[in-house]
């Protein structure tokens, strides 16, 4: 079965860095894109960050550019995502993501991680 397990979520204080990692199993994740997604209380879930886990090719949210950066391990089977200078308002529950079409719904979730930020 495919499963991906993320990890590295926790409490920061403001202008500090978390890195998240999500590990991969059961699927080819090197034929693949990836992403992340966040969703805080009463918000609706929204796109952080895609890395092609074959070509390493990335884009980002808004939100995420120039403080967050989405990367990928040298078997391509496990993506990351740096994020520095963080804010009280990164605080959601983020998820790992990978789809196995472009222009299609993400086909598998990780479980999230809880990623609070105080000020």
């Known amino acids: 079965q495919v499963q991906l397990v993320e990890s590295g979520g926790g409490l920061v204080q403001a202008g500090g860095s978390l890195r998240l990692s999500c590990a991969g199993s059961?699927?080819?994740?090197?034929?693949?894109?990836m992403g992340w997604f966040r969703q805080a209380p009463g918000k609706e879930r929204e796109f952080v960050a895609t890395?092609?886990?074959?070509?390493?090719?990335?884009a980002y949210a808004d939100s995420a550019k120039g403080r967050f950066t989405i990367s990928r391990s040298n078997a391509k089977d496990t993506v990351y995502l740096q994020m520095n200078s963080l804010k009280p308002e990164d605080t959601a529950v983020y998820y790992c993501?990978?789809?196995?079409?472009?222009?299609?719904?993400?086909?598998?979730w990780g479980q999230g991680t809880q990623v609070t930020v105080s000020s």
């Open positions: 993501a990978v789809r196995v079409r472009t222009r299609s719904a993400y086909d598998y």
């Open positions: 059961g699927l080819t994740f090197s034929s693949y894109n």
């Open positions: 890395i092609s886990m074959s070509t390493g090719n990335t």
